[in-house]
């Protein structure tokens, strides 16, 4: 693909963002009633999810009908030019009334990542980046934090019910004997998002689909940041682990978290 192509993705990837998440907006202030349902443990769904990737769906096959999609509400294919969508992605404090969720969008040719962009509507925060050229939230370059110790670091460890609880509850162990201070906010897309703005030093989680996870990972690289090689054996639709930092905390982190 060449340059210019990426670069009309990467622009309109910015705005659809945007527009997704002044629809999910609407659903988060109750001004379009939703329902909620459950695909497992603490596993949410709600029309709202549905209706914002269907408005992406539809506005990516309108502009790029040559490219595939791939979203964690009607799948899809994953091919040469393709668009990696989370309509919502922390569903389980959207559906709560809590502000931590975020659109996520990437774009990969080949499977490289090469556009990654994270919407947070509760703050009008436009997180976006293109490969080689740097992260921005909203007009601002971003950078991670020069963190470079465990024992100052502030660290998001996800999880959810499908990932086994005796190994987290052994890496947060082993990561508050350490001295880390660690969080989960709930939304894996939006703490990878801070990690590139410098608010969290570190992320980790066992398991993370692609949807969730590479639009994160390409703001941490293009911010300054060190990511593990993702994903996992089972390809791209089957996403796997993450650990992504400022470059000085990678390696004591990576030792401290090394069975996710």
């Known amino acids: 693909m060449t ?13 659809l963002a945007r527009d997704a998440g002044a629809l999910a907006w609407r659903y988060f202030r109750r001004e379009i009633a939703f329902a909620t349902e459950t695909k497992g443990p603490q596993d949410y769904v709600s029309v709202a999810d549905r209706a914002v990737e269907a408005l992406i769906r539809q506005r ?3 502009a790029f009908p040559g490219d595939t999609i791939f979203g964690e509400e009607a799948g899809g294919d994953v091919g040469e030019h393709a668009w990696f969508v989370d309509p ?18 990437a774009f990969l040719v080949d499977g490289e990542r090469n556009i990654g962009v994270i919407y947070d509507p509760a703050l009008d925060e ?9 992260a921005f939230c909203n007009d601002a370059r971003m950078r ?68 969730d996870a590479l639009a994160g990972l390409l703001l941490v690289e293009e911010a300054g940041g ?3 090689s993702y994903p ?16 000085g905390l990678y390696a004591p982190l990576e030792r401290v978290a090394h069975d996710i």
């Not at 919502?88 to 659109?103: L, P, Q």
């Not at 436009?126 to 740097?134: H, K, P, Q, T």
């Not at 089972?234 to 993450?242: I, S």
């Open 60 to 62: 990516l096959n309108d």
């Open 144 to 211: 991670v934090s020069s963190c470079d110790s465990l024992d100052t670091a502030l660290v998001c460890a996800g999880y959810v019910p499908r990932q086994d609880l005796d190994a987290h509850l052994r890496l947060m162990r082993r990561m508050h004997g350490a001295g880390v201070a660690v969080k989960d906010m709930g939304a894996g897309a939006l703490m990878l998002a801070h990690v590139a703005a410098g608010r969290f030093d570190g992320y980790v989680e066992p398991h993370m689909h692609p949807w």
């Open 88 to 105: 919502i992605d922390g569903t389980i404090n959207f559906v709560h009334s809590v502000r931590y969720w975020c659109i996520s969008i």
């Open 126 to 134: 436009l997180f976006w980046a293109a490969r080689g050229a740097g």
């Open 232 to 247: 996992g054996s089972a390809g791209l639709a089957g996403g796997g682990a993450v650990l992504a930092s400022a470059p």
């Open 3 to 15: 340059p210019e192509g990426i670069a009309a993705r990467a622009l309109f990837a910015r705005q």
């Open 226 to 228: 060190k990511t593990q």
